[in-house]
Structure formats: C-alpha cells, structure tokens
C-alpha cells in the first residue's frame, strides 16, 4: 500500500508512507517499508538494509524484482 501523506515522515524526502510486503508461509519475507524515524529501507528475511527512494514507480519495479528474486 501507498499513501501520499502532506509532509515527509521523518527520515524520508519524499510525500509517501508505503509497505510493500511479499508473504510465504504465514511470513514476511520480503518487505519495503519507510517508518518515522527510520526511513526509506528493506527487509529480506530478517535483514533490514537502506532503500533509496527515487519515485513511486522505480519502488514499484524495485520490489518485483526482489520478489521474483525471492521466487527463485
């Protein structure tokens, strides 16, 4: 899901709060995310990595990569 939100959440520069999840098994495995004060970042399993946020549909091609990636 996508929001457009009237101010930055804290830690991100852009208007959207997005999450983004592929879930297997009752688990996510996969997730993109930007919380208040952690901003634009990834989980992959139980990795969390920075995101760097360029525009909703590089997101968008972003996190289908990764979830054919996960297919594999």
Not at 5 to 33: E, F, M, N, T
Not at 45 to 70: C, H, M, N, P
Request: hydrophobic letters at 35%; aromatic letters at 12%.
């Amino acid at each position: 899901m996508v929001w457009e939100v009237p101010s930055p959440l804290r830690g991100s520069l852009h208007h959207y709060k997005y999450r983004l999840a592929l879930i297997s098994d009752g688990k996510c495995v996969l997730r993109y995310d930007n919380e208040s004060g952690k901003g634009d970042h990834k989980h992959i399993g139980a990795v969390e990595v920075s995101y760097t946020f360029q525009d909703l549909q590089t997101l968008k091609d972003d996190f289908l990569e990764d979830v054919r990636e996960w297919l594999k």
